[in-house]
């Protein structure tokens, strides 16, 4: 079955890194696009950042553009997210999913199966 599993989450300072990884296995990995979502407490899940099948194309949230990069390893079928200065606002439990789709989208409704999220807390 279609199994995602999040990592590396965790407590970090205001204005640093860390490095998200989804593990992806139960489908051919490298037909579907991914993206990352985020859900901060008292709020909805929103939109992060997508990349298409092959890795050609990305999306990202004006929150998240020019601080976080998405990218992929088909080979692996490992989709990441690199998170550089990071702000308390960043805060939440952050979601991989994978898309219906093969090209990257911004659309929520797009994406049907998701992991179980792993949190991140960026302290001031």
């Known amino acids: 079955q279609v199994q995602l599993v999040e990592s590396g989450g965790g407590l970090v300072q205001a204005g640093g890194s860390l490095r998200l990884s989804c593990a992806a296995s139960?489908?051919?990995?490298?037909?579907?696009?991914m993206g990352w979502f985020r859900q901060a407490p008292g709020k909805e899940r929103e939109f992060v950042a997508g990349?298409?099948?092959?890795?050609?194309?990305?999306d990202y949230a004006d929150s998240a553009k020019g601080r976080f990069t998405i990218s992929r390893d088909n080979a692996k079928k490992v989709a990441y997210l690199q998170m550089g200065s990071l702000k308390p606002a960043d805060t939440a439990v952050y979601y991989c999913?994978?898309?219906?789709?093969?090209?990257?989208?911004?659309?929520?409704?797009?994406?049907?199966?998701w992991g179980q999220g792993t949190q991140v807390t960026v302290s001031s």
């Open positions: 999913a994978r898309s219906s789709r093969w090209y990257s989208t911004v659309i929520q409704d797009d994406y049907n199966y």
């Open positions: 139960g489908w051919a990995f490298s037909r579907y696009a």
């Open positions: 990349i298409s099948s092959n890795g050609g194309n990305t």
